[in-house]
């Protein structure tokens, strides 16, 4: 019996002892955030929750409170036919989303270079399965608005809030 109780810690152990963690959310060097986004941007809703749960980091109501102003800009939904079969008929959609964002901060000092964030999945399509189609189409934009917000918080843990972007170097 504790020949067995250790072999099974011994994994436990080994990963603890090397450094090993799990990937948690960092702080983002900032005590207050404004979101500047259009009303209906999925992906800052998924960054204001992710910011709310995990963070330090106060979500300000207005741009003039804030310590950093994340604008989103351009969020857009794509689908477009990959591949069609021999009668004519779709057999593949390549959907993608699409958004920019920069991040300023007080006195409009640009704190991180605007950044497009392209990202694409393919999804086959048969017409017998139109609605788990449709739901599997949502999922993928899901799991890419969730990858967008995750590439942006990333982003901001990693901005250094003492020195500005130079946008037009010399």
């Not at 449709?134 to 969730?146: C, S, V």
Request: hydrophobic share 40%.
């Amino acid at each position: 019996m504790n020949r067995r109780l250790f072999l099974a810690a011994l994994p436990a152990a080994l990963a603890a002892g090397c450094g090993f963690r799990l990937r948690q959310s960092g702080d983002i060097p900032f005590a207050s955030l404004y979101v500047d986004a259009p009303p209906a941007s999925v992906v800052a809703q998924r960054i204001r929750a992710s910011l709310t749960s995990n963070s330090k980091t106060r979500l300000a109501a207005n741009a003039g409170e804030a310590e950093a102003v994340l604008k989103l800009t351009q969020e857009e939904r794509t689908k477009v036919i990959l591949s069609l079969s021999g009668a004519g008929r779709v057999t593949e959609y390549r959907l993608g989303l699409r958004l920019s964002y920069s991040v300023d901060g007080k006195e409009g000092r640009t704190l991180a270079t605007p950044e497009v964030i392209e990202l694409t999945r393919d999804i086959t399509y048969d017409s017998a399965k139109v609605l788990a189609k449709g739901a599997e189409e949502q999922l993928l934009y899901h799991d890419m608005e969730d990858s967008a917000a995750q590439r942006i918080v990333r982003r901001l843990q990693a901005i250094n809030p003492g020195t500005a972007v130079d946008e037009h170097p010399g």
